[in-house]
């Protein structure tokens, strides 16, 4: 049962344009979305991060958007570099009572930024 | 800055073996866990700690104990290595449940 979706395992995108990185999520009680980057042979590096109470979160070119309703959440990143590509990673957590901060990870979406 | 440190980088295993995957962080965070990534997949958790003497299992423990003695140091063991362990490991870190977490750069481990 993946609670955690990342349907599109790739996406490729024009330099200067935007790249949408979508996300899904099933268990209604995670309250906490972060977006990791991943570089080949490199551990997961922390990109932005939403609060369920929140709807939109902004960070330099990058943007996360919450939709609480449809359980959706997305990454927007503008102007797209070549120095982007990578494997992005959508997690959730849930911060109430004893998780404790454990994340559970959508499969990833490699971003191929072309120059 | 070290932040999180993992030996070794690369290890090959044959069946049956054991051994520790090392991870320190020198954040003084309180919170570390052990994820492990298949291809193509997401990382999934293996083992957390909230701090220095309490472990608890993750989505995928079987076959793996951890220890953690000191605030700085998770240890990872695998006791009987099998093919289904080839896999990446990654150690984090985080400050409290509701802080980003910080990555080690990973443990590609083979089993043959």
């Known amino acids: 049962d993946q609670q955690v979706k990342q349907n599109s395992p790739s996406l490729s995108v024009q330099e200067g344009r935007i790249s949408i990185l979508n996300c899904d999520y099933t268990?209604?009680?995670?309250?906490?979305f972060l977006w990791y980057k991943k570089y080949p042979a490199e551990g997961p590096t922390f990109l932005i991060s939403?609060?369920?109470?929140?709807d939109k979160n902004e960070d330099g070119r990058f943007t996360v958007f919450l939709n609480k309703s449809a359980k959706h959440l997305s990454l927007h990143i503008v102007p797209s570099q070549p120095g982007d590509s990578a494997v992005y990673f959508c997690?959730?957590?849930?911060?109430?009572?004893?998780?404790?901060?454990?994340?559970?990870f959508g499969q990833g979406t490699i971003l191929t930024v072309h120059p | 800055n070290a932040g999180v440190t993992q030996t070794p980088k690369f290890r090959i295993l044959k069946i049956g073996q054991s051994m520790t995957l090392q991870c320190t962080q020198d954040m003084n965070h309180n919170y570390m866990y052990w994820y492990r990534q298949d291809p193509g997949m997401g990382l999934k958790l293996i083992y957390y700690?909230?701090?220095?003497?309490?472990?608890d299992k993750g989505e995928v423990p079987n076959g793996y104990n951890v220890s953690r003695s000191t605030t700085e140091d998770f240890p990872l063991r695998l006791e009987l290595a099998a093919p289904s362990q080839t896999s990446v490991y990654f150690c984090?870190?985080?400050?409290?449940?509701?802080?980003?977490?910080?990555f080690g750069q990973g443990t590609r481990l083979t089993v043959v």
């Open positions: 268990n209604s009680m995670f309250d906490y």
């Open positions: 939403i609060s369920s109470i929140k």
């Open positions: 700690s909230v701090g220095a003497g309490i472990t």
């Open positions: 997690a959730a957590s849930v911060t109430g009572g004893t998780s404790y901060g454990k994340l559970t």
């Open positions: 984090a870190s985080s400050y409290h449940g509701q802080s980003e977490a910080f």
